[in-house]
């Protein structure tokens, strides 16, 4: 299948630092890429559309100015997680659409401090 | 309003024997789906995946079905092994729609 590598695989960082995680499709091209969050022992929430060439589309509830997204290629969106506090520690993962499949990246493990 | 659900939270299964993993949806305008394996702290990995024209997709010891009617899918997996433990996810969409709709997971126990 398709393959999608998301950078970097963890980071600890300080309260009020700001952290950007890199998803990208390395063997196809995806128009739409998706940004997901999981808590311990639930499901995967989705948080925004990253449509290339145009603004991300938020889920209710998730803060567009909090979780910057940009997806400048069709091979690379990011994720900053702007002014991170310690209630934005989770697993973010990124999936990428090829044709009718996701495809879901490594995950990100993020702590902040 | 979760609109793909996993009645079962865990499963678990004896080496060699089938696994039977269910999930029911809600919304009647899916009509693709899929079946994700997932490990702690790696992000999940697509199985299989079934088209609403279909009733049944196979790919080597997974094989899902899907019963239009009742809205409702299974996975089966045989012979079950010990490297299938892990959480599965069902997942549906409708078509022109970009995101997936996820199910809260079963996990798999498969025991040697």
């Known amino acids: 299948g398709a393959v999608v590598s998301q950078h970097p695989s963890r980071v600890i960082c300080k309260s009020g630092t700001s952290v950007k995680i890199e998803c990208r499709s390395l063997d196809f091209q995806a128009t739409t890429m998706f940004w997901y969050r999981q808590f311990p022992k639930q499901s995967l929430m989705l948080m925004a559309t990253?449509?290339?060439?145009?603004?991300?589309?938020?889920e209710q509830g998730v803060e567009k100015d909090k979780f910057l997204i940009n997806h400048a290629s069709l091979t690379l969106s990011t994720l900053t997680v702007t002014s991170a506090h310690p209630e934005d520690s989770s697993f973010y993962i990124c999936s990428a659409r090829d044709t009718e499949t996701q495809y879901f990246g490594p995950g990100t493990r993020l702590l902040v401090l | 309003d979760q609109q793909v659900k996993q009645n079962s939270p865990s499963l678990s299964v004896q080496e060699g024997r089938i696994s039977i993993l269910n999930c029911d949806y809600t919304n009647s305008m899916f009509d693709y789906f899929l079946w994700y394996k997932k490990y702690p702290a790696e992000g999940p990995t697509f199985l299989i995946s079934?088209?609403?024209?279909?009733d049944k997709n196979e790919d080597g010891r997974f094989t899902v079905f899907l019963n239009k009617s009742a809205k409702h899918l299974s996975l089966h997996i045989v012979p079950s092994q010990p490297g299938d433990s892990a959480v599965y996810f069902c997942?549906?969409?409708?078509?022109?729609?970009?995101?997936?709709?996820f199910g809260t997971g079963t996990r798999l126990t498969v025991i040697p």
């Open positions: 990253s449509n290339e060439g145009s603004k991300a589309t938020y």
């Open positions: 997942a549906a969409r409708w078509t022109g729609a970009n995101n997936l709709f």
């Open positions: 079934i088209s609403s024209i279909k």
